[in-house]
């Protein structure tokens, strides 16, 4: 699931975009997830 060599990627997770997701979604997403997507340098929501 995660890119290994570095094809893809990400910019740096913008907080302000987790919330907005959030409000989108009316569901907080949980601290877990937000740490895992810190730790792969960003992703796509």
């Known amino acids: 699931m995660w890119l290994t060599n570095h094809e893809k990627k ?7 975009i ?3 997701v959030e409000t989108s979604l009316g569901y907080k997403l949980p601290k877990s997830y937000i740490e ?9 929501l």
């Open 18 to 20: 987790v919330g907005e």
């Open 10 to 16: 990400f910019k740096p997770l913008d907080i302000n």
């Open 36 to 44: 895992l997507l810190k730790i792969q340098n960003g992703g796509e």
